[in-house]
């Protein structure tokens, strides 16, 4: 028993009386980068939705009933196609009346030209009197104005009676229709409902972006641009910058930019959701880290520094350009400077650490 006592007090306290050693934690590991000025190579990700080049409603320009419709919906035309003719037999009557006014007024005209003639041979026989003659000559002037004004009036007709046969005004492909056979239709552009086709130019779209204030400038006409989108997942579809507003909104402080997609084979189809990706390239060398270095904390971002100690020193920088992955530290760091990647919430000034560089 006082055997057993013993080797329990030598187990408690430690042989000879001697205190148990302390277990002493190693330092945690932590992967560190090494800070160096470099021209970042970036991408720029903005959505947007495709619109087709020209997209247009056609309305009807003469008043009538649809006698009779040529293309539907998905249908290609060409410019110049006939889409729909129109019965409008106002305009027809007009047009012949017209035509009829125009016909007695030349051969008043006639009358006044052969009469204006004889009235000249009587007066260099001193028959008539030279007051008689001026008139027949104003009169003849009248009669000549007279079939000018009727021309102007078949003229005007005839145009629209050839308003009764809508035309593709350019080719495309007919996205909407909005009329039946025996429908009245009128030249009402004023009417949100009185269109009769939709027709979209989808050989090329357009895709319009608001690039941010600070990538703005090194967007630019003729830049290449990359088209990504979920229903083609291993595909990109190539586009290019084609105009920018060269102006910043006041309010969103964003820059409008025109992107033209080449859509020969109709691949892509207007109202797309896209994902246009900038490959931007900076010009002015600056210190790029990776964006997980960075720490945010109520005053200002942090990054964890390691000095050739291994201890941790926590500093304050400024950043510039996010370029996604990257960012653009404008103060507190040094080219050469080691700096932990990833780190915890809970590090702290002076901690010791196993640094290791990283594989990334």
């Given at each position: 028993?006082?055997?057993?006592?013993?080797?329990?007090?030598?187990?408690?306290?430690?042989?000879?009386?001697?205190?148990?050693?302390?277990?002493?934690?190693?330092?945690?590991?932590?992967?560190?980068?090494?800070?160096?000025?470099?021209?970042?190579?970036?991408?720029?990700?903005?959505?947007?939705?495709?619109?087709?080049?020209?997209?247009?409603?056609?309305?009807?320009?003469?008043?009538?009933?649809?006698?009779?419709?040529?293309?539907?919906?998905?249908?290609?035309?060409?410019?110049?196609?006939?889409?729909?003719?129109?019965?409008?037999?106002?305009?027809?009557?007009?047009?012949?009346?017209?035509?009829?006014?125009?016909?007695?007024?030349?051969?008043?005209?006639?009358?006044?030209?052969?009469?204006?003639?004889?009235?000249?041979?009587?007066?260099?026989?001193?028959?008539?009197?030279?007051?008689?003659?001026?008139?027949?000559?104003?009169?003849?002037?009248?009669?000549?104005?007279?079939?000018?004004?009727?021309?102007?009036?078949?003229?005007?007709?005839?145009?629209?009676?050839?308003?009764?046969?809508?035309?593709?005004?350019?080719?495309?492909?007919?996205?909407?229709?909005?009329?039946?056979?025996?429908?009245?239709?009128?030249?009402?552009?004023?009417?949100?409902?009185?269109?009769?086709?939709?027709?979209?130019?989808?050989?090329?779209?357009?895709?319009?972006?608001?690039?941010?204030?600070?990538?703005?400038?090194?967007?630019?006409?003729?830049?290449?641009?990359?088209?990504?989108?979920?229903?083609?997942?291993?595909?990109?579809?190539?586009?290019?910058?084609?105009?920018?507003?060269?102006?910043?909104?006041?309010?969103?402080?964003?820059?409008?930019?025109?992107?033209?997609?080449?859509?020969?084979?109709?691949?892509?189809?207007?109202?797309?959701?896209?994902?246009?990706?900038?490959?931007?390239?900076?010009?002015?060398?600056?210190?790029?880290?990776?964006?997980?270095?960075?720490?945010?904390?109520?005053?200002?971002?942090?990054?964890?520094?390691?000095?050739?100690?291994?201890?941790?020193?926590l500093k304050t920088v400024a950043t510039g350009r996010d370029f996604g992955t990257t960012v653009e530290i404008l103060s507190g760091l040094q080219d050469g400077?080691?700096?932990?990647?990833?780190?915890?919430?809970?590090?702290?000034?002076?901690?010791?650490?196993?640094?290791?560089?990283?594989?990334?």
């Amino acid at each position: 028993m006082l055997l057993l006592a013993g080797l329990g007090l030598i187990n408690r306290f430690g042989l000879l009386g001697q205190k148990p050693r302390a277990t002493i934690a190693s330092p945690p590991t932590v992967a560190y980068i090494v800070a160096h000025h470099s021209k970042p190579e970036s991408e720029m990700v903005l959505p947007g939705t495709l619109e087709p080049e020209r997209d247009t409603a056609l309305y009807a320009q003469a008043t009538g009933y649809v006698k009779q419709w040529l293309v539907d919906i998905g249908a290609d035309v060409h410019q110049g196609q006939l889409l729909l003719v129109i019965d409008s037999p106002e305009v027809d009557q007009n047009l012949a009346h017209a035509q009829a006014a125009l016909a007695s007024a030349k051969a008043n005209w006639q009358i006044a030209i052969i009469t204006l003639k004889r009235s000249r041979e009587l007066l260099a026989r001193q028959f008539l009197a030279q007051q008689t003659v001026d008139d027949q000559e104003a009169l003849m002037q009248a009669r000549e104005a007279e079939v000018h004004a009727s021309e102007a009036d078949v003229r005007r007709y005839q145009e629209l009676k050839d308003f009764e046969r809508v035309v593709a005004p350019f080719s495309g492909r007919i996205t909407m229709r909005n009329v039946e056979k025996g429908q009245l239709v009128n030249p009402n552009t004023a009417d949100p409902k009185g269109w009769l086709y939709h027709l979209a130019a989808l050989d090329r779209l357009r895709l319009y972006v608001n690039v941010p204030q600070n990538q703005a400038r090194y967007v630019h006409p003729q830049m290449s641009v990359t088209l990504t989108l979920s229903e083609f997942p291993k595909r990109e579809f190539q586009g290019q910058v084609y105009l920018t507003a060269g102006a910043l909104d006041p309010q969103s402080k964003t820059m409008l930019t025109e992107i033209l997609v080449p859509n020969a084979h109709h691949e892509l189809a207007s109202g797309s959701y896209v994902e246009s990706h900038f490959p931007l390239k900076i010009d002015d060398p600056a210190i790029i880290v990776p964006s997980n270095v960075l720490i945010i904390r109520s005053d200002g971002s942090k990054v964890a520094l390691l000095d050739e100690h291994g201890v941790v020193h926590l500093k304050t920088v400024a950043t510039g350009r996010d370029f996604g992955t990257t960012v653009e530290i404008l103060s507190g760091l040094q080219d050469g400077d080691k700096v932990i990647t990833n780190p915890s919430d809970a590090i702290q000034e002076g901690a010791r650490v196993n640094p290791q560089p990283s594989k990334e």
